[in-house]
């Protein structure tokens, strides 16, 4: 038997999952046509009405919402049902601009909180273990979408919330957690400050980690598994479709499966709208196929990555996405060249540096200029001068000969780069200040 949390769905045949969508999306767009009249003015707009909508084939006569949409119908533009039948508003970060405000009902909560435990099922979890969630609660929706997985699953469940390092350790020890889910730049640091305490990787009972909410390298995976002694699981989402679940990954550790019974995904040119094949990189844009309260159809994610149909030996028969490199808008163009921050990151943990580095542009006498402050491994750390200029050049050509162009490195010291407990910020873009 495998690692699953609903078999029949996860693993049904194909034509199965398209007779599934087929009837969802029918019944969806006559739902947001009735409900929602900000999207219903789109449609017009667009010369489409709910009877072109046949089946996901479709999809692509509908017309994209924005981020820039959400925020003009805020805050309650898009929803698709009285408030009265809503029971819960989460939010996003507010990584970019005015904060978006998702809405659910009842139904929505249960089918998002049933991806979660798929995510968790998928990473080895059962009721026999002790989920420890360290994703922020609140209005951010990755400790209340996580929390609710564990439950569903019937795993112990830690709900820690974010921060508060020493106790994580102390709850995490003394209560044998064996599920970690946090973003993986905190895991990153809960791994740090395990070892600056003396204690080993085996010392924890952790097996697994369910770690997501920002874009993160497979070396920046082989780094946490190493230091915290588990597998390390990517998971995906947004608020604006639900939240963390949309997609998660399997056993193959090769890609998110997404839950295409509720999500239908397409990649589009983020220039031209086109709809692009599979393995090809683009945006990736979501409709939801069942949400009640806030059923964003054509939602443009700003997510860069590439959707795979190939069979995965797990069994599971969904759809997977590679891990997004960041968002579109992540995305640094310095001196004509297109920069991630993600390229950054590979190449210091390549080199044997720790995920703890900070980006900064700027523009001087009209040309941009990227330093990266790069922290020092304690064992690394050297008082000799010439011993850290060397280390310097070294990784400005690793980096010139991956980014194609040159950054400025500055090692700095232990511990003087900020710790993350949610999602980190890596990049500090001041030419911003300038335009
Ligand atoms: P905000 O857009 O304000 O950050 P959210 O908290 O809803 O709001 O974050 C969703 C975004 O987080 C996604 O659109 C994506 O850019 C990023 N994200 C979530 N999970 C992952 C992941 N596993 N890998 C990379 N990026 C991710
Ligand atoms: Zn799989």
Redo the contacts with the bound molecule.
Sequence with gaps: MGRYYQPEIETAPRERILEIQNEKIVKQVRHVYENVPYYRHLMEEKGVTPDDIKGVEDIKKLPFLSKADLRDAYPYGLLGTDLKNCVRIQS?????GRRVVAFYTQKDIELWEDCCARAIVAAGGTDEDVCQVCYGYGL??GGPGLNGGSHKVGCLTLPMSSGNTDRQIQFMMDLGATILCCTPSYAAYIGESLAEKGYKPEDNKLKAGIF?????TEEMRRNIEKSLGIKAY???????TSGPGVAFECEEQHGMHINEDHFYAEIIDPDTGEVLPDGEKGELVFTSLDKEAFPLLRYR?R?ICVLHREKCSCGRTHVKMS??MG?SDDMLIIRGVNVFPSQIETVLLNEGYTPNYQILVDRRNNTDTLDINVELPPEQFSDIVSENQAKERALEAAMRNMLGIGPKVHLVGPKSIVRSEG?AVRVIDNRKLHD
């Design positions: 996003t970060s507010g990584t970019t951010f929706t997501g909410a920002e874009p993160w990517d998971i995906y989402g947004l608020t604006e994610t997510d891990k997004p968002r999602k």
